[in-house]
T-cell receptor, first 113, second 114 residues
């Protein structure tokens, strides 16, 4: 079983739709949760960063963490064609004292005009 | 403030060869982590360097090695290249070792092994 599970998609929605992206994890030691956006042939770009259970909002993006269920989500409101990218969930765990990021597989999202 | 930079952007090698990839960390960051991202997959942790010392390693064989220099830039070396080493290699820098420190990624080096 992978430490982090993410539906790879692809996911295709019309412009303006609300998008929901999800990840589950198995390691209770994960405490910090991130969402990265990765455009084709680019490195991952940090979108959202959360620590505690609950919601965190930043513009059109909302990150949700439920530690009791080991489940995190990213919601995108009023989706735009420029949001088309691969979205990676990531969380931190320690590997021999190193701050290791553990990533999901990534969900490829396309917003259709 | 400059971001994380990597060189080269693309590289083609043949099986059995050796390769060196380079990373310059973001200004003020003393920690560099390397990741391998195969096509259609999320990045996988290779190892991390902090103040010129290796500080944690993922499930990669010893033919993957690295260095960090006094200016905190870093190299990833891969010996005896295999076809499965074809991937995007990402480096990420952060300020320290605390779990709450976020990592910022470079654009990656795309390696193709033939």
């Amino acid at each position: 079983q992978k430490e982090v599970e993410q539906d790879p998609g692809p996911l295709s929605v019309p412009e303006g739709a609300i998008v929901s992206l999800n990840c589950t994890y198995s390691n209770s030691a994960f405490q910090y949760f991130m969402w990265y956006r990765q455009y084709s042939r680019k490195g991952p770009e940090l979108l959202m960063y959360t620590y505690s259970s609950g919601n965190k909002e930043d513009g059109r993006f909302t990150a949700q963490v439920d530690k009791s269920s080991k489940y995190i989500s990213l919601f995108i409101r009023d989706s735009q064609p420029s949001d088309s990218a691969t979205y990676l969930c990531a969380m931190t765990g320690l590997v021999q004292g190193a701050q290791k990021l553990v990533f999901g597989q990534g969900t490829r999202l396309t917003i259709n005009p | 403030e400059t971001g994380v930079t990597q060189s080269p952007t693309h590289l083609i090698k043949t099986r059995g060869q050796q390769v060196t990839l380079r990373c310059s960390s973001q200004s003020g960051h003393n920690t560099v982590s390397w990741y391998q991202q195969a096509l259609g997959q999320g990045p996988q942790f290779i190892f991390q360097y902090y103040r010129e010392e290796e500080n944690g390693r993922g499930n990669f064989p010893p033919r993957f090695s690295g260095l960090q220099f006094p200016n905190y830039s870093s190299e990833l070396n891969v010996n005896a290249l295999e076809l499965d080493d074809s991937a995007l290699y990402l480096c990420a820098s952060s300020i320290g070792l605390a779990r709450e420190e976020t990592q910022y990624f470079g654009p990656g080096t795309r390696l193709l092994v033939l």
